[in-house]
């Protein structure tokens, strides 16, 4: 069993829409929880960053973790096709291990 | 501000060739990190350094692998005899002190024939 788990999907979804994405992990010692986007040949971009449970609002992202079921999840409001990319949830201390990456397309 | 830079962005190599991949991190960046991507899936944790010391290399997938990073700033991973299975996207990060969050740059694309 991989320590972080995410749906690869692909996800799409129309303009518009409000777009929940997920990750479980294992190690209950992690603490310090982040989701990157990577645009197709880019590296990944620090999007939000949590310090153990709770949520967390950065315009139209949210980001919530909950220690107790070990599952983040980062939602988008009012998606717009520029978001169109692939999300990566990440945990860790030095060292981050990262979810598989979900693409996410948002449609016009 | 400058972000992470990598260079060369794509690499093509020969079965057996070595290969060295620079990584500049953002100015005043105490830690470094060295990932691996393939192909559809996420960033796997290669190698750590805190300034010129390499405090974690318990990714680097063979010893084959080596990085260096001798003044503390730039640091080159260097891949020798490369096979088929070392082609992916290899990945430098830096990170402030008292932080964990870390910043990326664009990669270097390795393709091994």
């Known amino acids: 069993q991989k320590e972080v788990e995410q749906d690869p999907g692909p996800l799409s979804v129309p303009e518009g829409a409000i777009v929940s994405l997920n990750c479980t992990y294992s190690n209950s010692a992690f603490q310090y929880f982040m989701w990157y986007r990577q645009y197709s040949r880019k590296g990944p971009e620090l999007l939000m960053y949590t310090y153990s449970s709770g949520n967390k609002e950065d315009g139209r992202f949210t980001a919530q973790v909950d220690k107790s079921s070990k599952y983040i999840s980062l939602f988008i409001r009012d998606s717009q096709p520029s978001d169109s990319a692939t999300y990566l949830c990440a945990t860790g201390a030095q060292k981050l291990v990262f979810g598989q990456g979900t693409r996410l397309t948002i449609n016009p | 501000g400058a972000g992470v830079s990598q260079s060369p962005r794509y690499k093509v190599a020969k079965r057996g060739q070595d290969v060295a991949l620079r990584c500049d991190p953002i100015?005043?960046?105490?830690?470094l990190f060295w990932y691996q991507q393939a192909l559809g899936q996420g960033p796997e944790f290669l190698t750590y350094f805190q300034n010129e010391a390499q405090l974690d290399k318990s990714g680097l997938p063979s010893d084959r692998f080596f990085a260096e990073r001798p003044e503390g700033s730039v640091s080159t991973l260097k891949i020798q005899r490369t096979q088929q299975e070392d082609s992916a996207v290899y990945l430098c990060?830096?990170?402030?002190?008292?932080?964990?969050?870390?910043?990326f740059g664009p990669g270097t694309r390795l393709t091994v024939t």
């Open positions: 990060a830096s990170r402030p002190d008292a932080t964990y969050e870390q910043y």
């Open positions: 100015s005043g960046h105490v830690s």
